[in-house]
């Protein structure tokens, strides 16, 4: 087992950038699997559904909520922030 002491900044660097490399891979092929397989149709059924009826949020929406979070940040404290953040996500 390896211990953080032993690696120097530049390696542990390396390292999560190696083991987040693998993950991300990982879960492409996942999902390419999954979609492949059909078990997302369901999901992009709802999606599709829920697009129709408008009730998805539009994508500038929230990057516009993301970026005034971020100015508002040492206003609110980082816990309203996330909180008004999320309300447009989630």
Do not use: P
Not at 56 to 73: E, F, G, K, P
Request: proline share 0%; charged share 25%.
């Amino acid at each position: 087992m390896w211990q953080r002491k032993n690696l120097t900044n530049s390696g542990l660097i390396t390292t999560v950038t190696s083991v987040q490399q693998f993950d991300a891979a990982r879960w492409d092929r996942q999902f390419e699997e999954d979609v492949a397989a059909g078990r997302l149709n369901d999901l992009a059924q709802q999606t599709l559904k829920h697009l129709r009826e408008g009730r998805c949020t539009d994508l500038r929406d929230i990057v516009q909520a993301l970026i005034l979070a971020m100015q508002n940040a040492h206003t609110f404290g980082h816990r309203q922030v996330y909180a008004r953040f999320t309300r447009y996500c989630f």
